[in-house]
Structure formats: structure tokens, C-alpha cells
């Protein structure tokens, strides 16, 4: 949707982004009134904790016990894992027991152990911020590390699920040693030590079953010692309920977040310009595993400091005035455009992929 209302008419963006932040900061503002209980922020963020972590915990006992099939634990424990991303997300912007230092802290702990195959979110909280200060551009890492801005191919669809194989890309594109080595350190120091657990574990999983595939083929079995098995049935344990929900919740979240901001074109500070709402009904299954955030991350970039459950219960008001005032809606165009906010050349260097 690229055409404006004749109530958009004459507003510059600034003065539009201003409109949709206070039509949306209104509706918030009413439905607190309406549900007082909307104003314990604090507590509603420990209880979805809670409630995640639970879930967790719960599905992959009643997985060991053989009373859910592994299919269905990896698959719950990713949307259960995806609330605790958009929990994070919050705390890093200080929602929850902002004057309480132990108690935020902890939760920032607690939603990294349900993510491992993410960044300390400590680390996350400045490149986060800084996300919302230059986001379209190339000082944009957050977005960058997730293949915002890259054309699609091999590459980008290598590196939009798994965050080691985007460094290791990165690192090999690198033209000199010293940015090489510069992207290693980098890369160690932000996914130590629970990300490289993680994606350790997925590579050993996939490259044991792998072997043992290729040698059926080849009619014949590979006769691994008694630990490697011990070892590898703790790894397979770990891939269904902790480490396959994750690697799945990550590919749907940056498959989304990364195609619904723009990229390279975007004048810097203007919002109208950063991201389009991206909810048609073939990416629900990704959606499921990410909260819905192809449809509501948007919002949060115009009204930064509401929480994401409140955001779920403003989007129908804050699609209305946001279409009004023009910003676009599944706009599929930026799937061939590598994210720029508008048609560039196949020459053009912007097309390139981005730097480091």
C-alpha cells in the first residue's frame, strides 16, 4: 500500500510520524484505563517469564517421558522461546524493573538461557539502541547482522537463520586480514558462551546424522564408541528441546524482522521510511515463531517505550492511522530490492552486499 489518505496531505514526515506516535499513544493510554491491570508492567513481564519458561521446562519433560513427540516439543518450545525474545526486546529498553537492578538483570539472564543461539543481551542492549538512532544505514549493525540490506541468493538464505555462518560469511568476504580477524574477535566475544554452545551443538547434530545418512546409502554403518553415542544422545536431547527451537524461532524472526526494514535509501531519523508493516497470510507459520512481529514491530518504532503485549492490542488502531499516513504495507518489492526503500538499478552499487 504506497498511496497516502487525503488526511496525510500537506504533512511533512516528521509532522505524520508525530500524528501515528500520538493517535497510538492514545489508544495505549485507554486500554490501561479500561484494564487497570495493564498498569502492573513489572509483574506482567516476570509472569510471561514465568509462563515461558514453565512451558519450556514442562514440554520437554513430557517429551523425556514419551508423552509428546518430538516434533511437537521442538514446535512449542519455539513460540514459547519467541515470548521471551520479544521480552528482551522490552528489558532492553528498561520495561520491566527499570529501579530494580537485580531483578532486571536476572530477567535479561534468564531470557538469554531460553535464547541461546543469541548475543549476550547485554552486549544486544547498545547495538539495539543504536538501531533505533541510524536504522536503514550501514552504521545499522543490528540489522546488518541479520542480512537487512543483503541481495537475495545462496548467501543471504545461508546466513538469515544461522547468526555463526553470517560471520563466517562476513569474515570470508573480509578483503584484508586485519577486518578478518577483526570479525572473528567480534564474533566470539558477542555469542560467547551460549551462543557457541549452541551452534556448536546443532553443527555436531547435523554433521553426525549426516555421516550415518550418507553411510546407509552407501549400504554400509559407521561404528561409533560407546561415548560418541552417549554424547550424541545428550546433543540430540538438547536439539529437540532447546537448541532446534531456537535455530527455527531465529530463521522466522530474521526472515521477517530483516524484509521489514528498509535498507541503504532511508533518510536518517525518518521513521515513515525504516520499516512497513509485513503481515500477509503465507507468513503466519513464521509469524507464529517471532509474536506476530512482522505486524507489530513497526509500531514500536514509532511509540518505542510500550511493551509488546500491548502492542498486540493497539495494532488494529495503529494499522489504521499508519496506512492513513502512508506507510506501506506488504510491500514485496523489497524482496528484489535487497531492502531498499526504493527501485535502484541492478547496477547500482547499493546492491552490493554490505560491508563487514
Given at each position: ?53 514453565i ?16 516434533w ?19 528489558l ?54 541479520i ?54 551443538a ?7 546424522h ?52 528498509y ?55 495503529a ?38
Amino acid at each position: 500500500m504506497h498511496d497516502t489518505s487525503a488526511s496525510a496531505a500537506g504533512l511533512n514526515a516528521q509532522q505524520r510520524s508525530a500524528h501515528i506516535r500520538a493517535v497510538v499513544s492514545a489508544h495505549g493510554a485507554v486500554l490501561r484505563e479500561r484494564y487497570p491491570v495493564l498498569r502492573h508492567q513489572d509483574a506482567i513481564g516476570a509472569g510471561i517469564l514465568c509462563f515461558a519458561l514453565i512451558g519450556m521446562i514442562g514440554s520437554a519433560a513430557l517429551y523425556l517421558g514419551g508423552y509428546l513427540a518430538w516434533w511437537a516439543c521442538l514446535l512449542l518450545n519455539a513460540f514459547l522461546a519467541s515470548l521471551t525474545h520479544e521480552l528482551e526486546h522490552d528489558l532492553i529498553h528498561s520495561m520491566y524493573f527499570r529501579k530494580q537492578r537485580v531483578s532486571h538483570n536476572l530477567m535479561l539472564a534468564l531470557v538469554w538461557l531460553a535464547r541461546p543461539s543469541t548475543i549476550n543481551p547485554w552486549i544486544r542492549r547498545h547495538l539495539h539502541l543504536n538501531h533505533h538512532k541510524v536504522s536503514g544505514t550501514e552504521a545499522d549493525m543490528e540489522e546488518r547482522a541479520i542480512t537487512n540490506g543483503e541481495p537475495w541468493g545462496l548467501a543471504r538464505l545461508l546466513m538469515v537463520g544461522d547468526n555463526v555462518m553470517s560471520s563466517l560469511i562476513r569474515m570470508l568476504r573480509a578483503k584484508t586480514w586485519t577486518h578478518k580477524f577483526s570479525i572473528l574477535k567480534r564474533t566470539l566475544r558477542v555469542y560467547a558462551p551460549l551462543a557457541l554452545l549452541n551452534w556448536g551443538a546443532w553443527y555436531v547434530f547435523l554433521g553426525f546424522h549426516a555421516a550415518n545418512g550418507i553411510a546407509g546409502l552407501m549400504g554400509s554403518s559407521i561404528d561409533w564408541s560407546a561415548n560418541t553415542l552417549a554424547v550424541m544422545h545428550v546433543i540430540d536431547v538438547a536439539v529437540v528441546v532447546l537448541v532446534g527451537p531456537n535455530v527455527l524461532r531465529t530463521f522466522c524472526l530474521h526472515f521477517v524482522s530483516s524484509n521489514m526494514h528498509y535498507y541503504g535509501d532511508v533518510e536518517m531519523g525518518n521513521v515513515m521510511q525504516q520499516t512497513q508493516v509485513l503481515n500477509p497470510w503465507w507468513m503466519w507459520p513464521m509469524q507464529a515463531f517471532c509474536f506476530n512481529f512482522g505486524s507489530t514491530h513497526g509500531i514500536h518504532h514509532f511509540v518505542v517505550k510500550e511493551p509488546f503485549y500491548i502492542r498486540q492490542m493497539t495494532a488494529p488502531v495503529a494499522h489504521k492511522v499508519m496506512a492513513e499516513m502512508g506507510v506501506r504495507f506488504n510491500d514485496f518489492g523489497t524482496f528484489g530490492r535487497a531492502n531498499r526503500f526504493e527501485r535502484v538499478a541492478e547496477n547500482d552499487p547499493v546492491l552490493k552486499p554490505a560491508r563487514g
